[in-house]
């Protein structure tokens, strides 16, 4: 949650994951934002649904890459 909170709000955008951690809803400001956002990450190689799931298989490295994914989707959100 606090990583991809941290982007949002470094993109100015009012977005993260809702609920208890580490499983969240994604949440988006608007429907088109989110959809956006999921098509980016996407075409990054990274999976969202509307709830996360991280598991203990997903180690360090890909935690840091899936927020790199989701830093460009979110730069790409933040410049519609």
Request: with cysteine.
């Amino acid at each position: 949650h606090q990583g991809v909170a941290s982007l949002c709000d470094q993109h100015g955008i009012e977005g993260g994951f809702a609920g208890l951690a580490p499983v969240g809803m994604l949440q988006m400001p608007t429907p088109e934002g989110r959809l956006q956002f999921e098509g980016e990450c996407l075409l990054g190689g990274v999976i969202t649904y509307s709830v996360c799931y991280p598991s203990y298989s997903h180690s360090p490295a890909d935690i840091d890459q899936a927020l790199g994914v989701m830093d460009q989707a979110l730069a790409q959100v933040a410049a519609a």
